[in-house]
């Protein structure tokens, strides 16, 4: 983490919305590893074990890929901050969108076909 000491220190306000980000987007893996534990230990009735076992691989590792994502969106942003160059537009959103829609999709035809 060279990069810390490169450039100049950005406005704090600034420093700590970033923090802010960061810490949304591990609340947001958190809540995705929080769906996959109670659906694997409370919600024995909700379909097959398959079915079960796919959508917590799923959850789990969405929420991997969350919390690694959160980190490498804060370290970027705070590198660009320092150095003063442009923020990066988060391309993640479209993926996690589309990912989250289609859980729900899926739970909901679960529920459905039940």
């Given amino acids: ?5 490169q450039g100049k220190a ?3 306000r600034f420093s700590l919305a970033n923090e802010r ?3 949304a987007w591990i609340r ?10 109670g659906i694997d230990q409370l919600a024995t009735n909700f379909a097959s074990a398959h079915a079960r076992e796919l959508l917590v691989s799923g959850l789990s590792l969405t929420a991997a890929i969350l919390a690694w994502y959160a980190y ?11 150095t ?15 990912g989250l829609a289609i859980v729900i999709l899926l739970t909901h035809a679960v529920l459905l076909l039940r």
Avoid: C, H, V
């Avoid at 490498?72 to 320092?82: D, F, K, L, T, V």
């Avoid at 442009?86 to 391309?91: F, V």
């Fill in 28 to 37: 947001t893996a958190l809540a995705f590893m929080a769906a996959a534990i």
């Fill in 84 to 98: 003063g160059a442009d923020l990066a537009y988060p391309r993640m959103l479209i993926w996690l969108s589309s």
């Fill in 10 to 12: 950005p406005d704090y």
């Fill in 1 to 5: 983490m060279k990069w810390l000491s």
């Fill in 72 to 82: 490498r969106r804060w370290a970027g942003n705070e590198r660009a901050m320092r």
């Fill in 21 to 23: 980000t960061f810490l």
